[in-house]
């Protein structure tokens, strides 16, 4: 399954409302569809899995939707330690398990 | 504390071997898929593969087979990424991370081993 993430960059300020989209190759079965956030020179962190469970201790400003091929990552009133890249990735079908190619939230 | 320790930045030359560490803690490390995720400099994240240290059962990306190795030791909560020829193109980061078990995502990441392969 191939994942296609947009915008690549999202320009914004803090306080604002990002909205980010997946879209897959084909259906995601049980919606499993995870979202990760990568600050710079940092491990990648989990937001999101089963496309709208926050992971534990992410706060509720990330919320994620969606099912099938369309899935969205929103973050509502961007904090400055929101700026970062964000990646989904899906897990519904065999491995291999692929990422999307990221998008760049920026002030 | 659950964590994923892993192994120190590595440079080594075109052609050699290596292999580097991810070692869990906090939880029972034989119960749980570890992951691992290749980050090229300036790139994105791609999965490489998953091993299940319980019984070593071990699923490789098809962009990967036959290029690395993964394995484990349940004994020291240890997970490995071997090569047996590097090349300049496999410099990069290399996470592991922990699948939770109920699903295949991944809750616990290490913070990385950077690989340097140069002449």
């Known amino acids: 399954i191939v994942l296609t993430q947009s915008p690549a960059t999202l320009s914004l300020s803090p306080g604002d409302r990002a909205t980010l989209s997946c879209r897959a190759s084909?259906?995601?079965?049980?919606?499993?569809l995870a979202w990760y956030q990568q600050s710079p020179g940092q491990a990648p962190r989990l937001l999101i899995y089963?496309?709208?469970n926050r992971a534990t201790g992410i706060p509720d400003r990330f919320s994620g939707s969606g099912s099938g091929t369309a899935f969205t990552l929103t973050i509502t009133r961007l904090a400055p330690e929101d700026f970062a890249v964000y990646y989904c990735?899906?897990?519904?079908?065999?491995?291999?398990?692929?990422f999307g190619q990221g998008t760049k939230v920026e002030i | 504390e659950v964590q994923l320790v892993q192994s120190g930045a590595e440079v080594k030359k075109p052609g050699d071997s290596l292999r580097i560490s991810c070692k869990g803690s906090?939880?029972?490390?034989?119960?749980?898929?570890i992951a691992w995720v290749r980050q090229m400099p300036g790139q994105g994240l791609e999965w490489m593969g998953i091993?299940?240290?319980?019984?070593?059962?071990?699923t490789y990306s098809p962009s990967f087979k036959g290029q690395v190795t993964i394995s484990a030791d349940e004994s020291t909560s240890t997970a490995y990424l071997q090569w047996s020829s590097l090349k300049a193109s496999d410099s990069a980061m290399y996470y592991c991370?922990?699948?939770?078990?109920?699903?295949?995502?991944?809750?616990?990441w290490g913070k990385g081993t950077t690989v340097t392969v140069s002449s």
């Open positions: 991370a922990r699948l939770p078990g109920y699903q295949y995502h991944m809750d616990v």
């Open positions: 906090g939880y029972t490390f034989s119960t749980y898929w």
């Open positions: 091993i299940y240290p319980g019984d070593s059962d071990t």
């Open positions: 084909e259906s995601i079965t049980g919606r499993y």
């Open positions: 089963a496309a709208s």
């Open positions: 990735q899906q897990y519904g079908s065999s491995p291999p398990w692929t």
